[in-house]
């Protein structure tokens, strides 16, 4: 597969602010609707696995195209519009950031509960997507946010972020149950981020022997590896060395593992107290002792309407978000009354688009869009997160659509 380039997501503070995050919300669960309307919920899911589609889909909404927030805030502004309608539309979106990601598996297991799903089976994927991505592949992210968008006939999507604070910036993982063929053996469908270089993942695909020599440790008797690690000087090129090694911690780590008698990796994953520090320490013993490496290079790649709310590369255009709310819904509510012409109208337009780009291939003026967009800025109604004078007119419009 030809690499197709490299972007960062830059760490951004502040907070949305409402009058972007409610039209966020109305937009998002309209695109979403349109969505399911035309293709169905395993095309949903597909998308948001997608990190392209979701890079597009938080810029459509109005979010800055590089900053970290954009995970935060798409997924926030699709809870809270899809949620109240997952009966209906047959999309659940559970976790967020946080705290809220905590919640995930009592909020899987409810709606296991209403829909029949198989709520122990959905926990331990939700566990197992973070344990891997928090402790399995060691590229100096923590995650913060952890997604799990569930339809009503039991696929899943996983969009979680880690951030690294040495470095400011994050990291976003994406999952897709179809393509999720073992937990442990290359099961992203991508990771989105900067190159890390060589790192530990535990779940590449030439990792198996790695994996392997993990479950030998934790059957071996506890004091056996105690000894071995106390005798080991590790390799200065090792990210974990001597002496970051709490002998307590991976001693009580190792007789729990030895009382489950573990029969595969991904189990031991979600072993309790197994953090990435631990897991680094038992895999570097492994190495050692086993001659089965567990470094190689980052997986971290990119598979990667309505401006920005910091002003890129355009203030917000409220009137023409409005507008564009305005024709979702009443296509949506068209389609809904029997009339699929509204909702066809957008696919005829794509096709159309398509064909000038394909017969033409224009070349736009990057500079001069941008620039004859800030100069109708205010005619359009404009805004961005450092006004200090509100548009009134903007909120008065986007009430209408509330009624």
């Given at each position: 597969?030809?690499?197709?380039?490299?972007?960062?997501?830059?760490?951004?503070?502040?907070?949305?602010?409402?009058?972007?995050?409610?039209?966020?919300?109305?937009?998002?669960?309209?695109?979403?609707?349109?969505?399911?309307?035309?293709?169905?919920?395993?095309e949903l899911l597909s998308r948001l696995s997608d990190p392209f589609w979701f890079q597009a889909l938080g810029c459509v909404m109005g979010m800055d195209w590089h900053s970290s927030g954009i995970t935060t805030s798409v997924l926030g502004a699709l809870k809270r519009g899809v949620n109240p309608?997952?009966?209906?539309?047959?999309?659940?979106?559970?976790?967020?950031?946080?705290?809220?990601?905590?919640?995930?598996?009592?909020?899987l297991r409810?709606?296991?509960?209403?829909?029949?799903?198989?709520?122990?089976?959905?926990?331990?994927?939700?566990?197992?997507?973070a344990r891997v991505d928090n402790n399995a592949i060691a590229d100096g992210f923590q995650l913060y946010l952890h997604a799990f968008i569930l339809s009503s006939g039991g696929e899943w999507s996983v969009v979680q972020q880690g951030m690294n604070d040495r470095t400011g910036m994050a990291r976003r993982y994406h999952w897709h149950s179809p393509s999720v063929q073992d937990f442990v053996r290359d099961p992203h469908i991508a990771i989105v981020g900067e190159h890390q270089?060589?790192?530990?993942?535990?779940?590449?695909?030439?990792?198996?022997?790695a994996q392997s020599?993990?479950?030998?440790?934790?059957?071996?008797?506890?004091?056996?590896?105690?000894?071995?690690?106390?005798?080991?000087?590790?390799?200065?090129?090792h990210d974990v060395r001597a002496s970051d090694l709490d002998l307590k911690r991976l001693g009580a780590v190792l007789a729990l593992a030895y009382e489950r008698e573990f029969q595969d990796f991904a189990s031991l994953l979600l072993l309790e107290k197994l953090g990435p520090r631990t897991l680094q320490s038992l895999a570097l013993v492994g190495e050692v002792v086993h001659g089965a490496p567990s470094r190689f290079s980052d997986p971290a790649r990119f598979s990667f309407a309505h401006g920005g709310k910091d002003g890129h590369p355009f203030p917000v255009p409220l009137k023409t978000y409005d507008q564009s709310i305005a024709?979702?819904?009443?296509?949506?509510?068209?389609?809904?009354?029997?009339?699929?012409?509204?909702?066809?109208?957008?696919?005829?337009l794509d096709n159309f688009v398509r064909r000038i780009e394909s017969q033409l291939q224009p070349e736009a003026d990057l500079p001069g869009v941008i620039a004859h967009e800030k100069k109708i800025s205010n005619s359009i109604g404009g805004r961005t997160v450092f006004d200090d004078h509100p548009s009134r007119t903007?909120?008065?419009?986007m009430s209408l659509f509330r009624k």
């Open positions: 597969m030809k690499r197709s380039g490299i972007a960062d997501l830059p760490l951004h503070g502040g907070r949305v602010p409402p009058w972007l995050a409610e039209r966020m919300t109305t937009v998002g669960t309209a695109i979403v609707e349109s969505v399911l309307y035309h293709y169905g919920t395993g309608r997952s009966q209906e539309l047959g999309i659940y979106i559970c976790g967020g950031r946080g705290k809220h990601s905590r919640k995930t598996p009592d909020e409810a709606i296991a509960d209403k829909t029949g799903l198989d709520g122990i089976g959905l926990v331990r994927a939700s566990r197992l997507t270089g060589v790192i530990m993942n535990l779940v590449d695909a030439q990792a198996a022997p020599a993990l479950l030998k440790i934790v059957r071996e008797r506890p004091e056996t590896t105690l000894d071995t690690v106390r005798k080991l000087s590790l390799p200065r090129h024709v979702l819904r009443r296509g949506l509510q068209a389609a809904r009354l029997g009339d699929p012409d509204k909702m066809d109208g957008f696919k005829r903007g909120d008065k419009q």
